[in-house]
């Protein structure tokens, strides 16, 4: 069979990857990928873009796609899933009012409370004066989010009144984030450790992954500008067995049957962004309508399993047959990028260094990436993703960055610290 993977980023190379591994699967196509996915074997790059919701239809009815995996959520909110579903198209993602949950936070923050999710307080605005009093009134550091799709960059923790009213001003009255700050969301800060939970939902059954623990910070130590992930580990250690049940009993039961009791047929990733505090109670700081980017790239390559045979059983309602087997060893994903990242920053610098280095641990997952004249050159903030496995966290970390220290091009940068606090754990030092 033919599969069909929509996107270009790492998220979607690792997909084509894994997808490309089934028996069940003869070609797998890439719209658009990136040079990873056209160098990748059984994959083939495909030049319709990600939006472009009808020429996807048309090429998945060309080519007999017989299953479709949808990789990032601006498709999926604006119905590919629906159109898919409308042709006779067989696809793995949620339709367009289930992708509310990403692509509204105002959305996802009152689905939250109509269903007792356990998440931070907050209020909505669209007023810039009413959102200043609100926020005069509130202990700070606050958390501000534009309500619409950012390219994962529209959440600021202000920690100072100045930053509060700075971004403010940003989102409702200079556009900085374009229609998707015309609402913003206004959160409490929440303290602990974050934890990533994506599930595989067939309507009604929920099928864990691994767990993982991404950075969205672009420096060492959680600091600077947030990104749309530095790297990523899984498992994460923070989820121990007592918080994987907390978190599958409060979060992700109550909102698959809340999305059923709100008339919403749910199938596809589900992905919970959590915080855990020191008692392990979870709470939710985001959900997402599809798989986490860094954190896809360590989960998948430590899953054993057929990813395509998974996915259909989803498509069909069946995940109660399934049962996941996953590689006991740890993985670490480094990402590189380049330099200016999350602002802006130049492309189409010639990356060196990639000849040799995949293998049974480590791989390298493109990102913002292309081929020009038969050469890779970058093509994005996030340029690759360097995994690799080990017998604990910290052994698979050494083995990541040892992948990073023979890559190179002008500018390339990546934080050095991706996975202190498993790491921290595994030393006995606390929690980093």
């Known amino acids: 069979m033919n599969v069909l993977v929509v996107g270009g980023g790492g998220r979607e190379h690792a997909l084509a990857w894994k997808a490309a591994r089934s028996p069940l699967v003869s070609e797998v196509l890439c719209a658009p990928g990136n040079a990873g996915t056209a160098l990748e074997p059984n994959v083939r790059n495909v030049g319709v873009g990600a939006g472009d919701i009808d020429g996807l239809v048309r090429l998945a009815k060309d080519e007999s796609v017989e299953l479709s995996i949808v990789g990032p959520e601006q498709p999926l909110v604006d119905g590919i899933a629906d159109r898919f579903a ?30 007792a999710i356990p998440t931070a ?23 501000i989010k534009a309500d619409g799709l950012a390219a994962g960059k529209g959440v600021i923790i202000a920690h100072t009144a100045e930053e509060a009213d700075r971004t403010l001003g940003g989102m409702l009255q200079r556009h900085e984030f374009g229609d998707a700050g015309k609402k913003v969301v206004i959160e409490e800060f929440l303290r602990g450790e974050e934890a990533s939970f994506i599930a595989l939902v067939d309507g009604t059954r929920i099928l864990p992954l691994a767990s993982s623990q991404d950075h969205k910070a672009r420096d060492d130590g959680d600091r600077g500008p947030n990104t749309g992930g530095m790297g990523a580990y899984s498992p994460a250690p923070v989820v121990s067995g007592d918080v994987n049940d907390r978190i599958m009993n409060e979060v992700m039961r109550p ?57 259909l059983e989803g498509c069909g309602g069946a995940l109660d047959a399934v ?107 606390g929690q980093g």
């Open 86 to 115: 409308a042709e006779g198209l067989k696809c793995f993602g949620p339709g367009a009012r289930a992708a509310m949950l990403e692509g509204s936070k105002s959305f996802a923050k009152d689905f939250f409370a109509r269903h």
């Open 255 to 311: 909102a698959v049957e809340g999305l059923a009791a709100d008339g919403i047929d749910y199938r596809g990733f589900l992905y919970a962004g959590l915080m855990i505090d020191e008692h392990g109670a979870p709470r939710v700081l985001e959900f997402n309508c599809r798989c986490g980017d860094p954190e896809t790239q360590p989960i998948l390559f430590r899953l054993r399993s057929d990813l395509v045979a998974v996915c």
């Open 323 to 429: 049962e996941l087997d996953w590689d006991p060893r740890a993985a670490v994903g480094i990402v590189m990028a380049a330099g200016g990242y999350p602002g802006s920053y130049e492309k189409q610098k010639p990356i060196s260094g990639l000849e040799g280095l995949d293998s049974d641990t480590v791989k390298v997952f493109h990102a913002g990436t292309e081929l020009h004249d038969g050469r890779v050159v970058t093509n994005g903030g996030r340029v690759l993703c360097a995994v690799a496995l080990g017998e604990s966290v910290s052994e698979a970390r050494e083995r990541a960055y040892e992948a990073v220290g023979r890559i190179e091009w002008e500018g390339a940068f990546s934080r050095s610290d991706i996975g202190y606090r498993a790491v921290a754990r595994e030393r006995g030092t």
């Open 121 to 143: 307080a907050y209020e909505t605005f669209t007023d810039l004066g009413a959102a200043r009093r609100h926020l005069a009134g509130q202990t700070l550091p606050a958390v």
